[in-house]
T-cell receptor, first 112, second 116 residues
Framework: DAKTTQPTSMDCAEGRAANLPCNHSTISGNEYVYWYRQIHSQGPQYIIHGLKNNETNEMASLIITEDRKSSTLILPHATLRDTAVYYCIVRVVRARDDKIIFGKGTRLHILP | KAGVTQTPRYLIKTRGQQVTLSCSPISGHRSVSWYQQTPGQGLQFLFEYFSETQRNKGNFPGRFSGRQFSNSRSEMNVSTLELGDSALYLC???????????????FGNGTRLTVT
């Protein structure tokens, strides 16, 4: 079945780059990859999304492999406030089938 | 611009009761979707509405239902509550058909439902 996979947890030293991977092997066509993060007791916060090309905004960079079956979210200079659960979300649309797929999320710990 | 607003923020109900949760999307957004989040199952898609029509539905029993009004505001209803329905219920809105075009989801902070 279609799914995304992410590591359960990761650690990163404060000030270093945090690289969070996601596998989305069934993605194809014009389906975007979205990244969100969630701090306890709040709703998921939008970070970035992309289709084929690498993307960068004020929060992060998104690297998507050429075959689009995986992506990496990069937080260039992690701070303690980046401690959160990070979700990779894709929407897989086929004829008569529309699945919204969440990973289980990666719990990112930023270490002082 | 105001974000997605969900009410109430917290709710306690007993088994067998029914509950209605409300969501006001970002102004101008026409698509509203609902999600259930539990520690064991993570984020799970419930349903999605666009222009008052349910466009997509996840794998939840018929006790879970929703609707969208002409002003794009949405409600979801859970009837005959069970203990396992205790969860954070999240609403998200987008300008239009997110996932296939340049239109990200924006989430509210959710309604935490506790069923006793």
């Amino acid at each position: 079945d279609a799914k995304t996979t992410q590591p359960t947890s990761m650690d990163c030293a404060e000030g270093r780059a945090a690289n969070l991977p996601c596998n989305h092997s069934t993605i194809s066509g014009n389906e975007y990859v979205y990244w969100y993060r969630q701090i306890h007791s709040q709703g998921p916060q939008y970070i970035i999304h992309g289709l084929k090309n690498n993307e960068t905004n004020e929060m992060a960079s998104l690297i998507i492999t050429e075959d689009r079956k995986s992506s990496t979210l990069i937080l260039p200079h992690a701070t303690l406030r980046d401690t959160a659960v990070y979700y990779c979300i894709v929407r897989v649309v086929r004829a008569r089938d529309d699945k919204i797929i969440f990973g289980k999320g990666t719990r990112l710990h930023i270490l002082p | 611009k105001a974000g997605v607003t969900q009410t109430p923020r917290y709710l306690i109900k007993t088994r067998g009761q029914q509950v209605t949760l409300s969501c006001s999307p970002i102004s101008g957004h026409r698509s509203v979707s609902w999600y259930q989040q539990t520690p064991g199952q993570g984020l799970q898609f419930l349903f999605e509405y666009f222009s008052e029509t349910q466009r997509n539905k996840g794998n939840f029993p018929g006790r879970f239902s929703g609707r969208q009004f002409s002003n794009s505001r949405s409600e979801m209803n859970v009837s005959t509550l069970e203990l396992g329905d205790s969860a954070l219920y999240l609403c998200a809105s987008s300008l239009n058909n997110w996932g296939q075009n340049n239109s990200p989801l924006h989430f509210g902070n959710g309604t935490r439902l506790t069923v006793t």
